[in-house]
């Protein structure tokens, strides 16, 4: 039987990602699996959470729960909005009467990264020529929904690429969503120290599997002139297995 899933595809990905976005319906699609979007989605709410804007947040939850209704998982292309939605969704409604419910659309969200490492357990045959990228880990993707990993396994089985250590793959790139417009110098001086650990590494390519953290680094690469490119995991892994050149 074909598989079924909701994609859900961000704020950022709508916005600013669209290429990323296709890249990731067309990974999916690749597999088989049948991929059913919802015209009307929006935002997961983390910007209104993590600004204390709880009333809100759940109001935007219990929305998406609505648009979301089906027994299907709902595939998301970003460590962060995942863990928002499977996660940070069960303590904003820890108290709530509507908290099983909450729990039940929650344990359905999955990252596409975990999605496609752990439950297709893709076999990818790498097209491109030999490379060696870096990896950024970021925050909610690490320690909330703790995606990281499986982003990792997917770029370890293109047999053209190695992925580089980065001293400080952990630190925060400044981003932060409301952060790196609220304390602009400090976010600044946080992505010039994350494309300094970037260029020692020696990679040609920095992958990230989060726009927002894409955006930043791969913005301030450009600003100073560096030469390592930026790219979204999912556009990545789509042109290393169709032989697109980067």
């Given at each position: ?176 969503g409301t952060f790196s417009v609220k304390e602009p110098e400090i976010s600044n001086a946080m992505a010039l120290q994350k494309v300094k650990d970037i260029q020692n590494s ?45």
């Amino acid at each position: 039987m074909m598989k079924k899933v909701y994609f859900y595809a961000t704020c950022l990905g709508t916005a600013a990602m669209q290429e990323a976005v296709l890249s990731a319906i067309k990974l999916l699609r690749k597999e088989g699996v049948e991929v059913i979007f919802k015209k009307n989605q929006t935002c997961c709410g983390q910007p209104a959470f993590n600004s204390g804007y709880f009333k809100e947040s759940k109001e935007i939850a219990l929305y998406n729960m609505q648009q979301f209704k089906g027994d299907y998982p709902i595939v998301v292309p970003s460590g962060s909005c995942a863990g928002m939605m499977s996660h940070d969704y069960l303590e904003l409604f820890k108290e709530n009467k509507e908290f099983d419910r909450v729990r039940a659309f929650s344990s359905r969200v999955i990252e596409l990264s975990q999605y496609l490492d752990e439950v297709l357990k893709v076999d990818y045959e790498d097209k491109g020529e030999n490379i060696k990228v870096a990896w950024h880990s970021n925050c909610h993707a690490l320690r909330v929904q703790k995606s990281v990993e499986a982003s990792k396994n997917l770029i370890r089985r293109l047999k053209n690429v190695e992925l580089v250590p980065l001293e400080f793959e952990e630190e925060c790139c400044g981003f932060g969503g409301t952060f790196s417009v609220k304390e602009p110098e400090i976010s600044n001086a946080m992505a010039l120290q994350k494309v300094k650990d970037i260029q020692n590494s020696g990679a040609q390519y920095l992958i990230s599997g989060d726009g927002g953290c894409l955006l930043n680094i791969k913005g301030t690469m450009e600003r100073i002139g560096a030469e390592v490119k930026g790219l979204h995991l999912y556009d990545f892994l789509l042109k290393r297995i169709e032989g697109v050149r980067l």
